[in-house]
């Protein structure tokens, strides 16, 4: 049996604190070749996931601690949605398969689980969004602070 303890978070937390992108991984699946991937992803305010789609898979997010706002966005990046997950908001959320989307974490400490059908492999360019910056790009700090705040309707012109 796999599991998972509260202290288990809280150590996942402190190594995503520590770590250059803010994040951590606690694996579920055996193996990136698994056919269902099962993670714990650590996740401190200030990361960046770049916003992109998975189009083969439908990806299902449970806040195990903290919170987070998923945003959600059309192909030309505009957003078409904004949910929170954890504290008062959503304890699950499944995206459709092709869902634009991005998350940021709203505090210290925070850990989602994630499922989605394997096997693991990198996206594609195709499938992370053109009009948002790659991870370490001069745009990121802007992104970060237009994903903090933005509502539906909003676009990023960093």
């Given at each position: ?41 650590a996740m401190e305010p ?113």
């Amino acid at each position: 049996m796999k599991s998972l303890k509260r202290a288990d978070l809280t150590a996942l937390s402190a190594k995503a604190a520590a770590a250059p992108r803010l994040r951590a991984h606690w694996n579920g699946h055996e193996a990136l070749s698994d056919p269902i991937q099962r993670l714990a992803i650590a996740m401190e305010p200030g990361t960046y996931v770049r916003p992109h789609r998975h189009p083969h898979t439908f990806e299902m997010l449970l806040p195990l601690s903290g919170a987070f706002d998923l945003i959600q966005f059309d192909e030309h990046g505009t957003v078409t949605a904004r949910h929170r997950l954890g504290r008062d908001g959503l304890a699950v959320c499944e995206q459709q398969p092709g869902s634009w989307h991005s998350v940021i974490a709203l505090d210290p400490g925070s850990v989602i689980f994630e499922v989605k059908h394997g096997p693991y492999a990198p996206l594609a360019a195709d499938n992370l969004a053109s009009w948002s910056p790659a991870e370490g790009e001069p745009a990121v700090p802007a992104m970060l602070e237009f994903l903090a705040h933005a509502v539906v309707g909003d676009r990023f012109n960093g």
